[in-house]
């Protein structure tokens, strides 16, 4: 595995595929660019965050293939994090979500059900009014320059 500085133009960021691996999420986008030539880079790019379009600085890191039928890959990263894109929750993030506002939803609909039986008096001496906590779901907060084995 080597890693470079490399000035490319991103023309291209592409979401692929997410997924968690040990707990963690991630998000892999396929990646099209020029080089600083302008010339168009004919290596499979990849990158595990979302690449703003333009002309950046870029720390490309060439993995090899665990099978050797297939190319290495080159995933590139921001040399300086401050240009990056702010990330998009994760579709396990987005789901998390939906689940709470579905939930607060149905907690407002059944209060209001509550409210009209007991205002209509329906069941007033069987059930006795309780003010028991809605359960809430938890919430989660949040090298050497070597550059011979990169052709671009």
């Known amino acids: 595995m080597s890693e470079a500085v490399k000035t490319l133009t991103i023309t291209e960021c592409r979401h692929k ?28 790019l990849i990158s595990f965050s979302q690449l ?3 002309t ?3 720390k490309v890191t060439t993995k090899p293939s665990r099978d050797p039928q297939y190319p290495p ?17 994760s ?6 979500e939906m689940l709470r506002e579905s939930i607060r939803l149905l907690n407002d609909r059944v209060g ?3 409210a009209a039986v007991r205002g209509a008096g329906l069941f007033a001496s069987t059930y006795a009014q309780t003010d028991v906590p809605v359960a809430q779901p938890p ?12 052709p671009f």
């Open 17 to 44: 595929k997410s997924g968690t691996t040990n707990g963690r999420d991630w998000s892999l986008y396929t990646v099209s660019a020029v080089d600083d030539t302008g010339l168009p880079v004919q290596q499979d």
């Open 52 to 54: 703003p379009l333009g």
């Open 56 to 58: 950046n600085q870029y």
């Open 73 to 89: 890959s080159y995933s590139l990263e921001l040399a300086d994090k401050s240009k990056a894109i702010p990330q998009p929750p």
């Open 91 to 96: 579709p396990a993030d987005e789901g998390h």
């Open 112 to 114: 209001a059900l509550e």
């Open 139 to 150: 919430v989660q907060v949040g090298a050497a320059n070597d550059t011979d084995d990169i």
